[in-house]
């Protein structure tokens, strides 16, 4: 079956240290692999994907996230977290019935 | 700058009421999608469409109906709304290609539905 799994559901970082965010999948075939963030009462953004090539993929806001074809891990990094990082991040993965699959959300806290 | 725009920020409705909620792009893309999001539940696919007057069930569809009459409009439908589907609702649009495997998709702010 496929899925994406975000095993954390809540991650907790210093202001000022890196942060990671992440993301594991099961699809197959090739896949398409995005980040979004939600803020609180607000629609889900955009941040960034991973379609082909570079294994590293840069996005919004200075993070980034590398694709790791043999772990089928996409995990998403920044190397200074800021307080206003905090907010709910999905990964997902297109899935070949044409339907993306979510993971369940992993809640950033950037403490001052 | 791109926009999806959903008719309501906060709704309450009563049990069995029939609900409208609209949802408008203006990016002229083919696929807009409805979600459903509950804590710890992630999102869930309701409907989606990747053409005029062409829909397709998602994960979730029981109790809720669709429609795309124009491009840039995707209504969803509660036929007769119950406590269940208090939830937060969101639509969201992507360009090219059937469905939307490689393009990323837009959000609306979404729409908090209560039904009491």
């Known amino acids: 079956a496929q899925s994406v799994a975000q095993p954390e559901d809540q991650v907790n970082v210093a202001e000022g240290n890196p942060l990671t965010v992440k993301c594991t999948y099961s699809v197959s075939g090739n896949p398409y692999l995005f980040w979004y963030v939600q803020y609180p009462n607000r629609g889900l953004q955009f941040l960034l994907k991973y379609i082909t090539g570079d294994n590293l993929v840069k996005g919004s806001y200075g993070f980034e996230a590398e694709f790791n074809k043999s772990q089928t891990s996409f995990h998403l990094k920044k190397p200074s977290a800021l307080v206003s990082d905090s907010a709910l991040y999905f990964c997902?993965?297109?899935?070949?019935?044409?339907?993306?699959?979510w993971g369940l959300g992993t809640s950033l806290a950037v403490n001052p | 700058d791109v926009k999806v725009t959903q008719s309501s920020r906060y709704l309450v409705k009563r049990t069995g009421e029939k609900v409208f909620l609209e949802c408008v792009q203006d990016?002229?893309?083919?696929?807009m999608f409805w979600y459903r999001q509950d804590p710890g539940l992630g999102l869930r696919l309701i409907y989606f469409?990747?053409?005029?007057?062409?829909?397709e069930k998602g994960d979730i569809p029981e109790g809720y109906s669709v429609s795309r009459e124009k491009k840039e409009r995707f209504s969803l439908i509660l036929e007769s709304a119950s406590t269940n589907q208090t939830s937060m609702y969101l639509c969201a649009s992507s360009g090219t290609g059937v469905g939307h495997m490689n393009t990323e998709a837009f959000f609306g702010q979404g729409t908090r539905l209560t039904v009491v």
């Open positions: 990016m002229d893309h083919e696929n």
């Open positions: 469409s990747y053409d005029v007057k062409m829909k």
């Open positions: 997902a993965v297109n899935g070949n019935n044409r339907k993306l699959i």
